[in-house]
């Protein structure tokens, strides 16, 4: 699908998750979920890309459902490999950067919440793991959609893991 319908239904499905990142969320959710829709409405506004947010929309009703604050780092980096994949397919160094910015993103987030240096540390080391593991499997899975969306999975999965550690 192409032309205004599709682009008319990518903007239609970026607001209904921003809406149901704000409800099942909050603030925090929601701001994080727009930077991502932002950049990958920048880098490639496809109808099929959003199957990528799957992820993310079940940390947030895990969320919704527990109340366990945690679950904001897995989100965070579904998020991140969200719009990774699409940017690092065409160079890696534009891949950390996109990275970057969302555990920058993250990281603000956190602070603007009160978290302690010891939690941002722990943090930020899980997220360059992350990062680097996203990363390394580009090559592998771009272009095939059930595949991206099974790594989007698994960034969100080695991040809850790892902050388990």
């Known amino acids: ?6 682009s008319l239904l990518f903007v239609v499905l970026e607001m209904l998750f921003l809406a149901a990142a704000h409800w099942l969320g909050g603030p925090p959710w929601t701001a994080l979920g727009a930077v991502a829709i932002v950049v990958q409405a920048v880098v490639r506004p496809r109808v099929s890309r959003l199957l990528l947010l799957v992820p ?7 969320f ?3 109340g366990n604050r945690e679950l904001f780092f897995p989100y965070a980096m579904a998020l991140t490999a969200f719009i990774i994949l699409p940017i690092a397919a065409r160079t890696a160094w534009q891949g950390w950067l996109a990275g970057g910015l969302m555990v920058g993103a993250f990281l603000a987030i956190r602070l603007a919440q009160q978290a302690s240096g010891q939690v941002l540390a722990v943090e930020l080391a899980v997220a360059a793991v ?6 390394a499997a580009v090559s592998h899975v771009e272009g ?8 989007v999975a ?9 902050l388990a550690l």
């Open 1 to 6: 699908m192409t032309g205004p319908v599709s």
């Open 56 to 62: 993310a929309v079940v940390w947030l009703a895990l």
């Open 64 to 66: 919704h459902v527990t």
């Open 130 to 135: 992350v990062l680097g593991m996203v990363l």
């Open 144 to 151: 095939r959609l059930p595949r991206e969306i099974a790594l």
């Open 154 to 162: 698994a960034a969100s999965l080695a991040a809850c893991a790892g």
